[in-house]
């Protein structure tokens, strides 16, 4: 058979990686796929900068829609980013009838609904393997590894970068900013890093995870979104010395009432696999009511680790695109008529756990007063703790609070109570908790 | 579409939680599979049995080879375990040209090189998913999310068992005897427990994984199998005092010279989140040249989680059966033409670390000349520790050492010579020893 010929769009660091993995692999994944896929065609923005990976065999463009025109391409890799250009190439492909391949997350998480729907329309496939996760086959193991099960809920570590700070704040006793600075110098985090630290990035791959797991709308703007960049390095101490590490997870969870959608620091207890999954890697862990917990685990991003997922997406396509579009796997999971628009609940409407910490004025009833604030909003305490404040210069002390489950209104509503109380210093710092055990 | 009808052999465990599975979830399967699914038929040894699941829509036969001959069945799922009447049955299923979905890996590994050649001479799948990992879509994550990858090793927590029974003896310090009569009483172990304790088990699913990782022939007569019967309490200790946690591990490793196949209990760094599996619990590590290692965690077995698989195989059996055999995804990953024979090591020409212990008489000298045993046989050590002897009777000291990588065969003549010393009590104690980190 005729090698299926490729068109990339973006020759940048995943870009490189691709065609570096397809030739150095060749072989291998010809054995597995049964014909060769050839990386025909390439647009850069730039003709004259060098990069690394070889060019000969591939014809260069600058103009991306030159590219998605050609009728020798039948699929369209699109690496370029962002949801401008991307989202114009990849809608000019689909309407050209060829198959779409992107780590997008942005581009999924914004314009999947309409995206999918035009594929579907065109009869051809969109992959986005390489979208949540990098290389992890996550997506190919909640949308048809798990299809059996109705899934209850999923956590995810799924940005590199704000695990890699956590994990260093945490082992090395660094404080977020000097982290943050490191992580920059690495490379583990851009110039300007608030894609990542306040868990935008997060909030698209929680986006996609959610829809394929319940089977309802990409809705990006309906996630609920906090960073990590106001985590303070005594609460990272805290949390390890009460049996807990804090991860920036993104979590989806069907509740009664709706959906739970939500991206925030959160106090995992350390016997949790998933609290141990430190540095860049990332990991997904997935609550189904026949199977049960399974986790998943590996690099999140690099070059070859998410080139990785786009050759394993083209060698799926390349093996459906055939394939009577009815019988193919469907691109959110659930069939498109059978997507189901449950509500997402507002933030006051979840429930969960809380690491609370106040500073007080050392003197008695102060204690008495939390917790009686706590007890009338129904808030019951997992565990209780008193801390030397180490700022030297006040004459306060640190009290921790591990709450059990409560609605975060109520929650809420006790904390501004007892911020209003005259020997607590200041605001509280919230952070959510979850056991992650059933 | 007409609801696809599937006859299942065997009602026992895994069957029972197929039906139920299928049920409770209808509706959440049929939004994703696009069709329904029925289990139209079933066979039993005995029609008089009670059992746990509604058999109101099933109609019931004591004989297999009825069920498989069955014009309107078009999948059968095998559950009757064993390489008996499973075997008879399978191939006469796939002679009738339907497909096959089975959780049998002995029947896999051991007859699966020529029931995947006759499948595909009929034009049938073979799917086996709940064969390795219970319900954890390892297999899946392997053929096709990692197909871009050269795969470099794989060790895994198979056996359910056995990781049960390490668990509970470095948990709560008892030994393996008491822990194995509760695992029986608790059901996790068989009433005959050998399967389990000895390897067998495991050596049948790192059969099956090192097929699809390597593209080799599967081969279950040349894994090296050890099992768990003689670790003891004390060194189970002794490796947690040294940083390191005891798995029973399937190990398959592309060496320079061939493949290592190889179950034995294995000391693996505590920081590695495999080291970390517990109970019942199964994982898979997976290191690709591309991807760097994934791992795979969830229950390895259990009536629904076994289940999953074998719904998720049926909705994926549905979904290519009407394809092209030549597009569907290889049965071990490779295209049958290009399953490549390399040779298996013997036992004796791997390499890996080791731990040693030896009961030695406390006198100086004793352990200059054990290390200039090791060190005649280019075996470097890593770390060394000497330990009171806990048998208050006797007089002797314990020498713990963890070397660093050998060939087996040289670490076997020092072991001998080491034992011929007239200081050495007995015999060592001898576990390889595994980094997993690259």
């Not at 940005?159 to 943050?180: C, H, P, Q, W, Y």
């Not at 609920?224 to 101490?237: A, P, R, Y």
């Given at each position: 058979m005729n090698p299926v010929k490729v068109g990339i769009l973006g020759l940048g660091t995943v870009g490189c990686g691709t065609v570096n993995v397809l030739l150095r692999n060749m072989e291998e994944i010809s054995r597995r796929a049964g014909r060769s896929i050839e990386i025909s065609h390439a647009v850069v923005r730039d003709l004259e900068v060098k990069r690394d990976?070889?060019?000969?065999t591939i014809k260069l463009d600058t103009e991306p829609m030159a590219l998605v025109n050609l009728p020798e391409v039948q699929i369209v890799v699109e690496l370029i980013g962002g949801t401008g250009l991307a989202y114009e190439g990849v809608k000019q492909a689909i309407k050209n009838r060829k198959h779409v391949i992107t780590a997008n997350k942005a581009l999924i998480a914004l314009h999947g609904n309409e995206l999918f729907k035009l594929a579907q329309e065109n009869g051809v496939i969109i992959a986005f393997e390489a979208a949540v996760g990098g290389g992890i086959p996550i997506i190919k193991s909640v949308r048809e590894g798990l299809s059996a099960n109705r899934i209850q809920w999923l956590a995810g570590i799924i940005n590199g970068t704000t695990n890699f700070i956590l994990t260093e704040m945490k082992e090395k006793g660094r404080d977020f900013s000097a982290v943050l600075a490191e992580a920059q110098e690495l490379g583990y985090a851009e110039a300007d890093p608030t894609f990542d630290i306040e868990g935008v990035d997060a909030a698209h791959k929680l986006t996609i995870l959610a829809s394929i797991a319940f089977g309802i709308p990409l809705q990006f703007n309906k996630v609920f979104t906090e960073g990590i960049?106001?985590?303070e390095q005594l609460d990272v101490l805290y949390a390890t010395e009460l049996g807990y590490n804090i991860k920036h997870l993104g979590i989806a969870r069907r509740a009664r009432k709706g959906i739970e959608l939500r991206v925030h620091p959160t106090l995992i207890p350390k016997a949790r696999l998933i609290a141990n999954v430190n540095g860049v890697m990332n990991a997904a862990l997935v609550m189904a009511d026949a199977l049960g917990p399974t986790l998943y685990y590996g690099a999140g991003a690099g070059a070859e680790a998410t080139a990785s997922a786009v050759v394993a997406d083209i060698i799926d396509v390349v093996r459906t695109m055939t394939v009577d579009p009815d019988n193919r796997v469907p691109h959110l999971a659930f069939q498109p008529d059978s997507i189901v628009d449950l509500p997402i609940l507002a933030m006051d409407e979840i429930e969960t756990s809380y690491y609370l910490r106040a500073s007080v004025i050392d003197k008695p009833g102060v204690l008495a007063q939390i917790t009686s604030i706590l007890a009338e909003h129904n808030i019951s305490i997992e565990a209780f703790t008193q801390k030397d404040s180490r700022r030297m210069d006040k004459d306060d002390v640190h009290v921790v609070i591990l709450t059990h489950k409560i609605r975060e209104a109520n929650m809420n509503k006790s904390i501004a109570k007892i911020e209003n109380l005259p020997e607590v210093n200041g605001k509280l710092v919230k952070i959510r908790m979850e056991h992650l055990n059933r």
């Amino acid at each position: 058979m005729n090698p299926v010929k490729v068109g990339i769009l973006g020759l940048g660091t995943v870009g490189c990686g691709t065609v570096n993995v397809l030739l150095r692999n060749m072989e291998e994944i010809s054995r597995r796929a049964g014909r060769s896929i050839e990386i025909s065609h390439a647009v850069v923005r730039d003709l004259e900068v060098k990069r690394d990976c070889p060019l000969e065999t591939i014809k260069l463009d600058t103009e991306p829609m030159a590219l998605v025109n050609l009728p020798e391409v039948q699929i369209v890799v699109e690496l370029i980013g962002g949801t401008g250009l991307a989202y114009e190439g990849v809608k000019q492909a689909i309407k050209n009838r060829k198959h779409v391949i992107t780590a997008n997350k942005a581009l999924i998480a914004l314009h999947g609904n309409e995206l999918f729907k035009l594929a579907q329309e065109n009869g051809v496939i969109i992959a986005f393997e390489a979208a949540v996760g990098g290389g992890i086959p996550i997506i190919k193991s909640v949308r048809e590894g798990l299809s059996a099960n109705r899934i209850q809920w999923l956590a995810g570590i799924i940005n590199g970068t704000t695990n890699f700070i956590l994990t260093e704040m945490k082992e090395k006793g660094r404080d977020f900013s000097a982290v943050l600075a490191e992580a920059q110098e690495l490379g583990y985090a851009e110039a300007d890093p608030t894609f990542d630290i306040e868990g935008v990035d997060a909030a698209h791959k929680l986006t996609i995870l959610a829809s394929i797991a319940f089977g309802i709308p990409l809705q990006f703007n309906k996630v609920f979104t906090e960073g990590i960049s106001t985590i303070e390095q005594l609460d990272v101490l805290y949390a390890t010395e009460l049996g807990y590490n804090i991860k920036h997870l993104g979590i989806a969870r069907r509740a009664r009432k709706g959906i739970e959608l939500r991206v925030h620091p959160t106090l995992i207890p350390k016997a949790r696999l998933i609290a141990n999954v430190n540095g860049v890697m990332n990991a997904a862990l997935v609550m189904a009511d026949a199977l049960g917990p399974t986790l998943y685990y590996g690099a999140g991003a690099g070059a070859e680790a998410t080139a990785s997922a786009v050759v394993a997406d083209i060698i799926d396509v390349v093996r459906t695109m055939t394939v009577d579009p009815d019988n193919r796997v469907p691109h959110l999971a659930f069939q498109p008529d059978s997507i189901v628009d449950l509500p997402i609940l507002a933030m006051d409407e979840i429930e969960t756990s809380y690491y609370l910490r106040a500073s007080v004025i050392d003197k008695p009833g102060v204690l008495a007063q939390i917790t009686s604030i706590l007890a009338e909003h129904n808030i019951s305490i997992e565990a209780f703790t008193q801390k030397d404040s180490r700022r030297m210069d006040k004459d306060d002390v640190h009290v921790v609070i591990l709450t059990h489950k409560i609605r975060e209104a109520n929650m809420n509503k006790s904390i501004a109570k007892i911020e209003n109380l005259p020997e607590v210093n200041g605001k509280l710092v919230k952070i959510r908790m979850e056991h992650l055990n059933r």
